[in-house]
């Protein structure tokens, strides 16, 4: 995962956002409660590589777990991603997913939103709520195998629309060729099928968020026999 992208990102944000207060972006390698921060969850399209047979599977339901908190006018953003596990390979360890640059994007720019409001009072942004996907995710999702599940993070609620990358972002499609650019740096291993595209729909909600102390867990119980990996994409407020 590139964490200089995504806090070039953020940091780009809030300065369009006119927020000019020194704001740390870092990632955590682990999951860890806060007290007193707030916090807020999406649920992304991601892909992940096995490391050990090479295999690769998409996921929509990819929760990021931002905490924020502000002193003296000194703010830190902490983001952890939570990993999956290929279902293939009895020794599997959790392994980070790739993100499309679009989707690290829209992540950022809903983290952006939240701290606004909540630290500045701002407005919200008329931002996109549709996270890009270049691959069918349509398969159950394997719960046996996600980070976020074992933990008691994942919830089957959905509420952010997914869209068909050529429909939410025409300007990059190469009208003069039938061959696509591929946005994920793919291994050696991995054959990318641009032939499955297809849009799916879900709704998006939005909840006060409160400190960690007050949060609330749930585990998704849904079957995990398919290889492709969705239930639907949600993003909770905990």
Same mark, same amino acid.
């Given at each position: 995962?590139?964490?200089?992208?995504?806090?070039?990102?953020?940091?780009?944000?809030?300065?369009?956002?006119?927020?000019?207060?020194?704001?740390?972006?870092?990632?955590?390698?682990?999951?860890?409660?806060?007290?007193?921060?707030?916090?807020?969850?999406?649920?992304?399209?991601?892909?992940?590589?096995?490391?050990?047979?090479?295999?690769?599977?998409?996921?929509?339901?990819?929760?990021?777990?931002?905490?924020?908190?502000?002193?003296?006018?000194?703010?830190?953003?902490?983001?952890?991603?939570? =990993?999956?596990?290929? =279902?293939?390979?009895?020794?599997? =360890?959790?392994?980070?997913?790739?993100?499309?640059?679009?989707?690290?994007?829209?992540?950022?720019?809903?983290?952006?939103? %939240?701290?606004?409001?909540?630290?500045?009072?701002?407005?919200?942004?008329?931002?996109?709520?549709?996270?890009?996907?270049?691959?069918?995710?349509?398969?159950?999702?394997?719960?046996?195998?996600?980070?976020?599940?074992?933990?008691?993070?994942? =919830?089957?609620?959905?509420?952010?629309?997914?869209?068909?990358?050529?429909?939410?972002?025409? %300007?990059?499609?190469?009208?003069?060729?039938?061959?696509?650019?591929?946005?994920?740096?793919?291994?050696?291993?991995?054959?990318?099928?641009?032939?499955?595209?297809?849009?799916?729909?879900?709704?998006?909600?939005?909840?006060?968020?409160?400190?960690?102390?007050?949060?609330?867990?749930?585990?998704?119980?849904?079957?995990?026999?398919?290889?492709?990996?969705?239930?639907?994409?949600?993003?909770?407020?905990?």
């Amino acid at each position: 995962m590139d964490r200089d992208t995504w806090r070039e990102i953020f940091e780009n944000d809030l300065e369009n956002r006119g927020v000019f207060d020194v704001w740390n972006f870092s990632v955590d390698e682990h999951y860890q409660e806060r007290m007193g921060w707030q916090q807020y969850v999406q649920c992304c399209y991601a892909r992940f590589y096995c490391s050990i047979c090479g295999r690769s599977w998409v996921s929509s339901k990819v929760h990021i777990l931002f905490h924020m908190k502000l002193k003296r006018r000194t703010g830190q953003a902490r983001m952890h991603v939570f =990993k999956q596990k290929c =279902k293939m390979c009895t020794a599997a =360890k959790y392994e980070e997913p790739t993100f499309l640059v679009e989707n690290i994007e829209i992540a950022i720019g809903n983290l952006v939103n %939240k701290i606004a409001q909540k630290f500045y009072n701002l407005p919200i942004a008329n931002l996109p709520r549709n996270f890009v996907t270049d691959a069918r995710h349509d398969g159950p999702h394997d719960y046996n195998n996600c980070e976020g599940c074992a933990l008691g993070i994942c =919830k089957c609620d959905t509420d952010i629309q997914y869209s068909d990358k050529r429909h939410i972002l025409p %300007k990059r499609t190469n009208q003069g060729s039938q061959q696509k650019k591929k946005r994920f740096p793919l291994p050696n291993t991995y054959a990318h099928h641009q032939s499955l595209l297809q849009p799916l729909r879900s709704a998006y909600s939005d909840r006060e968020e409160t400190g960690v102390g007050e949060s609330s867990h749930y585990i998704v119980n849904i079957p995990s026999d398919e290889q492709i990996d969705s239930s639907g994409p949600c993003c909770i407020i905990l």
